[in-house]
């Protein structure tokens, strides 16, 4: 058979891009993931190269300087990427996220102003739902924009903003005052341009130092705090206040299928890790891939990994189709992060004590696996999604 997580039916440039990134990662990502996550440094260099490649446009439209590729073509990347280091495909989500809501959702002169920009890497993208009060309930914001004179001022503070520091655009979903019965068309998504760096970068907005995190070192992650700043009514997104809550949830789709992408990625990275030391390793005179507790591992692993890789292709497709993906999405999110979880353990079992030691690979991944249970909406989120749609779908006749 062939190797783990091969996809049927891509065309002859999808296949190119992907060799491409593959080659990338093996010769720039993986020979300098462990010094620079243990040292929890922003990776530049790679950022740079990444630059030169192209993968910042990747899914922008061509006629805006992009690839103009598919959403699969992005979540193939982005597993190729996180087999290397999950932090860099970190680097690209949010602003992939922020593209697609842009290009999707923008008004002329938004697109045409942010997404060329964004094709070259100059301009990059960080997203901002959450907030330190609130996690999955997002119709509970606090932070308020509101009228004054011909645009806005924000209040509040926002959390977990990848890329906060390094970013130079942020779409920002605040509370507005729409007068709207339900809590969610009070939300207003703001293009948020700025400086990179921490500190107060502009009058009004405070980019705090970045959070110090267990794992998915190097990018930084970070809060953002606005006291009486000023912005333009231009910078809503698409022109319409109270339609953010539906623009964020589209780039949550987006996003749920690059955690679905960067948890097949890990766990393609913890199979290969495991199955190379199994072979190496020799315990009562024989490699333990030849004991039958350490092979029948082994087989359970690789069916994760080509389930969960299946899933995301199959999200991914669904979404390139037009077709409705919140339960696809969340399925693939769901199974692709949870085997992840369980594939990265089981490879660092097989390691054994040496699993444990910062000189095994195995121990970073340890730490960044856990991450994925969350971000995009915890399992417990993933599974309300599916079960909704299931119930919508299967509605029993009265």
Excluded at 152 to 170: C, P, R
Aim: charged residues 25%.
């Amino acid at each position: 058979m062939a190797r783990l997580a091969q996809t049927a039916g891509l065309t002859d440039v999808q296949s190119e891009i992907l060799s491409t990134v593959r080659s990338f990662v093996d010769r720039e990502i993986i020979p300098h993931a462990q010094a620079l996550e243990h040292a929890d440094t922003y990776p530049a260099e790679i950022v740079e190269g990444m630059k030169e490649l192209g993968l910042f446009g990747l899914t922008i439209p061509e006629e805006y300087g992009g690839l103009g590729e598919s959403l699969l073509t992005y979540a193939l990347v982005v597993e190729e990427i996180a087999r290397g280091w999950m932090s860099v495909s970190g680097v690209i989500n949010t602003h992939f996220i922020v593209a697609h809501m842009i290009a999707r959702h923008g008004t002329p002169e938004q697109k045409q102003h942010f997404l060329p920009r964004m094709a070259t890497g100059e301009v990059r993208g960080a997203f901002s739902m959450s907030e330190p009060d609130l996690g999955s309930d997002v119709a509970a914001i606090k932070t308020r924009a509101r009228r004054d004179g011909d645009g806005y001022v924000i209040d509040g503070a926002k959390m977990w903003l990848t890329n906060g520091g390094t970013s130079n655009l942020i779409a920002l979903l605040v509370k507005t005052d729409e007068g709207a019965e339900k809590a969610h068309r009070n939300l207003t998504t703001f293009l948020v341009e700025k400086p990179e760096g921490y500190g107060e970068v502009l009058p009004g907005l405070t980019i705090p130092a970045k959070l110090e995190k267990m794992g998915y070192k190097g990018v930084d992650t970070t809060e953002a705090v606005f006291d009486g700043f000023r912005i333009g009514a231009g910078t809503v997104l698409g022109g319409t206040p109270g339609a953010g809550f539906a623009y964020m949830m589209d780039g949550v789709e987006v996003g749920r299928v690059n955690v679905a992408a960067r948890a097949c990625g890990i766990a393609i990275r913890a199979f290969e890790l495991a199955i190379e030391y199994a072979q190496q390793r020799r315990t009562f005179g024989k490699p333990i891939a030849e004991h039958q507790a350490i092979a029948f591992k082994l087989a359970e692993m690789a069916t994760k990994v080509e389930a969960a890789h299946l899933m995301m292709v199959n999200a991914a497709r669904l979404k390139d189709s037009g077709t409705r993906n919140d339960v696809g999405a969340g399925m693939a999110k769901l199974l692709a992060s949870e085997y992840c979880a369980e594939v990265t353990q089981d490879a660092f079992r097989i390691h054994g004590g040496y699993g444990y030691s910062k000189e095994f690979e195995i121990e970073r991944l340890m730490r960044e696996a856990p991450f994925l249970l969350i971000g995009e909406g915890t399992s417990e989120i993933q599974k309300t999604i599916i079960s909704r749609g299931l119930l919508r779908e299967y509605k029993a006749k009265s």
